[in-house]
């Protein structure tokens, strides 16, 4: 198989691993570029990047282009590749890019499309108290998450109580799992792509640090269990939005991060929280 496959975070290298487990491989791999990473701000390659190198007897081509322009169009079409993946790459892929290539671009997206599209599927899933969600993949067209569907599939399991890392790791293992069955099916041509019903399409957002703020009021509410509309508000947003932007509240005029928590008896119980200055620490 001859493709290219566009992703940078932990969700795309789950993905990618499996694929070169699978004999899978890519002959490029397209991310961001390496960027200063924790309080030293040291430099650190993406994920994809790094499981690239690891696998460097695959000769795989390693792209990380500031912008998707003529010069890179020319490095694709270089490649002379039939098709591509898209997992979690944090640029819109633009009509120019998406043509070079034969049989068009695979997306892989954690939500089970039209459901959830944009940048947050995972996070919105939690903070909706969805019970069930899954992987689509679908093929790229100009509109985000917007393309005909190849097969969707859900998770076989309930999500109630999985935090975000967690079930972003699953849902990756699932897509990998996904395209690794699919991809011989579609280079065939058995599979025939669905348009999705614009009726269910739902979308997200990109989450900042003041949608993960919790007032003292609706805190303290929580804890006592005074509202339990609250805490279970609260303990999905503890959930959802760790590590990033991660959850916060005030407490003495400094910041407290709330790590992990979980509901007993309809009050908000803490299970690990972290005050500003301080390390981490279970309750």
Sequence with gaps: MKYVFFGTPEFSGIILRKLISADVSPLAVVCNRDRPVGRKKIVTPPPVKTLAIEHRTQNIKILQPEKLDEGFRSQIS???????????????????????????????????????????????????????????????????????????????????????????????ELGGDMLVETLPKFLHCDIKPHTQNETDATYTKKFKTEDAFISTEDFAAAISGNSSEISIEIERKIRALN?????????????????????????????????????????
């Design 78 to 172: 270089d490649l002379k590749t039939d098709f591509a993946i898209v997992a979690s790459y944090a640029k819109i892929i633009p009509k120019s890019v998406i043509e070079l290539f034969p049989r068009g671009i695979i997306g892989v997206h954690p939500s089970l499309l039209p459901k959830y599209r944009g940048s947050s599927p995972i996070q919105t899933a939690i903070l909706n108290g969805e019970t069930v969600t899954g992987v689509t993949l679908y093929m790229l067209d100009e509109k985000m998450d917007h393309g005909p569907v190849l097969v969707k599939q859900e998770l076989g399991l309930v999500i109630s109580g999985l935090q975000f890392p967690k079930l972003l790791q699953k849902l990756a």
């Design 243 to 283: 590590p990033e932007p991660g959850v916060w509240t005030t407490q003495n005029g400094k910041r407290l991060k709330l790590l992990e928590a979980e509901m007993k008896d309809g009050r908000l119980v803490l299970k690990k929280t972290q005050l500003e200055g301080e390390k981490p620490k279970s309750v």
